[in-house]
Nanobody, 121 residues
């Protein structure tokens, strides 16, 4: 099993910055893509950014140029640096990893519990 623990959420003023972290622990054959999602109140979860095992990154259009996803494989951690935050980006941010399980070599998705990001106007 894999456990993900997120940190770094909080309250920030519009235009401010936050850095989210998500550390993975447990057992796996490999960690593949890592990503961040967010959920606004009453809405569905939406994808924010992904980083592959080769460190290629993709972002949803609305965060390009403001958010940066990165990973530290030595620490099994993925980060999301968020700059120029907007009030409408208030929500719960969750990390996701795609990992290959040991022994079975099956692919699996794992989710963190989410961290609250509140952007005040």
């Amino acid at each position: 099993q894999v456990q993900l623990v997120e940190s770094g959420g909080g309250l920030v003023q519009a235009g401010g910055s936050l850095r989210l972290s998500c550390a993975a622990s447990g057992s796996w054959f490999s960690i593949n893509a890592m990503g961040w999602y967010r959920q606004f109140s009453g809405n569905q979860r939406e994808w924010v950014a992904t980083i592959t095992s080769g460190s290629s990154t993709t972002y949803r259009d609305s965060v390009k140029g403001r958010f940066t996803i990165s990973r530290d494989d030595a620490k099994n951690t993925v980060y999301l640096q968020m700059n120029s935050l907007k009030p409408e980006e208030t929500g719960v941010y969750s990390c996701n990893i795609q990992a290959t399980r040991p022994f079975t070599m099956a692919e699996a998705d794992y989710w963190g519990q989410g961290t609250q990001v509140t952007v005040s106007s």
